[in-house]
């Protein structure tokens, strides 16, 4: 069985840098298995890609080494590290991209990547997925231990935990992502459904907050003036072309549009402030 | 030799949708090949997805198991189903998506994927590409048999056919695809050159209409008001951008402007009317 | 060890097009490694295919094959070729699109894509990429040797070299490239630091031009209005939003935005014109 490499980057479609560093990493580990996550995250947008990273690691088998490029400080002091934990390698730069998968791992063994051994011979200033992470992961891939690839490090950048207020009435949480078919997901989660009427949201990423439950039908979601009554199972309980709040596959309450845009229809971006009232006759907040 | 899952969506190479379907299929078959057809389908546009599945499935190996989500119904009733035909394998929401693959294959053998030994232990109501689609089509590339994956099933949803009205000097059709060069796929083929002036037209979805034999340089195609005279057998016969009537390479009638974009220039969409006019001088039906 | 075939193409990540040529490819050689450069080569635009494709070709390992498919003229007289040359193989049509990897390895060993035997059965004449070019480097894969495959060929078609006119004070190139993040790629290259403040110019594609030692901080370049005074190590030695100057990836210089879009803010296109004024200090030309 081969060796995954996964590969999440702000590269793009376009140019040659997503080639390059699966050229790098074939010429090192050519039995390597080469899986694309996406390279379209936001342009150096660390935190998306925190976000995108935390939703989907775990779906992928133990073993699986994640190459993370999204690295606005190439070429300065900013660190190359990788990070063991839960069964999976993660290599990138320790700017914060890895802080949401800390948060489901623990921080886990982290490595600083200095044993310029397993870089390429000529390192440049300008692109170090090319020329750090992507050998490194393959080195990696190829049976190297990660002890062999630098030194143990303590403290590593952690972003701010998505935002999640969580009161008696009212839940507050920001957009964190918009996706392809507009639909805006938000930092509330994760929901689990219990029966068909009632949730339970269990905090995502603090264990100090309290679950709370969520009366379906009674809730309400408010996301840049629009107010959407009531939790949807699925799109499709709406009608064509309605706004709707459903839980999302990864457990995050979303606000969609069914077979439409809601990101398109409500202007929305990342960051903006999202409630979820929890209604009257439900309420109920236990510890 | 390593089976082949090859993947056609409409969820965009942005997000983690995709990464995440890998992910679980090589949890469960480590040594399928993943081939990615095209996660660009219109968001929702089933048909969109139908057509170009037809177009594309004939081109792979025997034995491939082609796993297709374009899927508004998830989590409505609409029933998860594969179908076994011409050597080939696809899994897919059954909501016609699989229609025009039907249309030359016949109905083959369809099951009901009703067997949830076979999904993933939780299925959510928003993602069954990851829940259902994705590790049924892993299963059946690790060898479990079709019909242990549900029951069968004799009625599936069918999608209208492509447009094409026959007549004895013209032929009816509508435009089906705009790809990325704007070049203009048509419904109106198959079409087969005889000679270097002489084209046959085979109806692609009704064996009851009859062939049209059609002489490439005394036949005109109307399309939004573009008048275009005489069918070309390649771009380059026409001057850089001058429009030209082509036979695109899956057989279809093709409006194409020669290195420009066709659909910028004419504002089509799918769905529009398009008139081959077969000219008076070759006009000649047979049975 | 699995053979490589890597793709470069203008078909795009929308359509059917690529995923047809992968599986052609895998009927042919069903162990074959598929890698793609990229299918977003602006469409028909040979040029930036060329440059695309030398700037990424020496990262693969020895023996990979590069499928390459930018060929405005399908369908008319333009022949298909490959080319043999410093360990890897080259498949395209022959419009120049492989000039700039001839310009690195020389002109290698050349044949014309005569033999139909390689080819499939019915050949098209608007997609050439499947036809043609798709199963003979999937031949090619599969161990058939070069010449096997048609006739010796001397002449290919050949570019005009990227523009860098070498003066004693200024150098001047033009825009190649834009990427994915805005950043500008500019002929004007292989740049080298020697220290950190000091660069040496070696002309990329012209033995007979001189080098040039270049001072980073007495540097100015000039494209489209902007001024840019000195040349940075890394991106981040700018202020965020800030112009700069840097060596790219590839060794040409580049004009970037720290953490923006360059070419947004200064609306430059392929083939504008770049100056690089080396200054008063520090000139020095030598041979």
């Not at 040659?16 to 050519?30: E, H, Q, R």
């Amino acid at each position: 069985m081969s060796k995954i490499i996964a590969l999440l980057s702000d590269f793009g479609n376009r140019d040659t840098y997503v080639g390059t560093m699966k050229g790098v990493i074939l010429g090192i580990a050519p039995e390597i298995r080469l899986v694309d996550i996406s390279h379209n995250v936001d342009p150096q947008h660390v935190r998306q890609g925190a976000f995108m990273l935390q939703s989907v690691f775990h779906h992928f088998p133990q073993g699986t080494i994640f190459l993370v490029v999204i690295d606005p400080g190439v070429g300065s002091m900013r660190r190359p590290i990788a990070l063991h934990g839960g069964g999976y390698t993660f290599v990138a730069p320790d700017n914060g991209v890895l802080s949401y998968v800390m948060e489901v791992l623990g921080q886990g063994e982290v490595v600083e990547l200095l044993n310029t051994d397993y870089w390429l011979p000529e390192v440049s200033r300008t692109f170090h997925g090319r020329d750090i992470f992507a050998p490194v992961a393959a080195h990696l891939a190829a049976g190297v231990p990660l002890g062999e690839l630098g030194e143990p490090s303590g403290q590593v950048v952690r972003l701010p935990r998505p935002q999640m207020d969580v009161n008696e009435r009212r839940v507050t949480g920001e957009v964190m992502h918009i996706d392809h078919f507009g639909n805006i997901t938000t930092s509330i989660g994760y929901l689990f459904w219990e029966g068909e009427t009632s949730l339970t949201l269990t905090p995502a990423f603090d264990d100090n907050l309290p679950s709370v439950q969520v009366g379906a039908e009674s809730a309400t979601v408010l996301v840049h003036g629009e107010v959407i009554y009531s939790i949807r199972a699925s799109y499709s309980e709406a009608l064509r072309g309605d706004f709707l709040a459903v839980v999302g596959s990864s457990g995050y309450l979303e606000v969609a549009v069914n077979q439409g845009n809601a990101a398109d229809r409500l202007d929305v971006a990342v960051g903006d402030r999202v409630d979820l009232e929890i209604g009257e006759r439900d309420a109920a907040v236990s510890d």
